[in-house]
């Protein structure tokens, strides 16, 4: 067992959003370490989408999926700083009508992986994915590494 208390071959996954009120735009950014900690890839996108704060954080979510399957991960603790998305997807609640639509993506993507955790961390424990959102006000494309 690894100090966040993964275990191996587990990897964490990060999301934040943010928006961009004046430019319409929000930022997404998403974070992969290892079961060590170290970091494997990272993502920092723009997206040209009109949203609200939840609608934002829940495409974050669903982005990080994506890019989380596109790495090949097959087992992946999807951590995110809104409780409102992170309990929408892990089932503890009913999406709202704002969110229902992405979200139902999400957990349909969700099925490609072997296994899945969902877990809502405070905004200090997601910095690094919020600074990749904030990052992507700057970025036309995807970055990663």
């Known amino acids: 067992m690894t100090l966040d208390g993964s275990l191996h071959p587990w990897y964490k996954v990060n999301s934040d959003a943010t928006v961009f009120s004046n430019l319409k735009t929000i930022g997404i950014g998403v974070i992969i370490r290892d079961h060590e900690g170290s970091v494997i890839a990272a993502l920092s996108k723009h997206l040209p989408l009109p949203l609200g704060p939840s609608e934002a954080e829940a ?19 999807f951590k995110m700083d809104s409780s409102v998305v992170s309990d929408a997807i892990a089932g503890y609640t009913t999406p709202s009508v704002s969110i229902v639509d992405i979200t139902t993506g999400t957990l349909l993507r969700l099925q490609n992986f072997r296994r899945t955790q969902i877990q809502h961390v405070r905004r200090q424990a ?8 904030l990052h992507a006000k700057g970025v036309s494309d995807l970055w990663h590494g």
């Open 59 to 77: 495409k974050a979510m669903d982005e990080a999926v994506l890019f989380a399957w596109d790495v090949g991960i097959g087992e992946a603790i």
């Open 126 to 133: 997601n910095k690094p994915a919020h600074t990749l959102a």
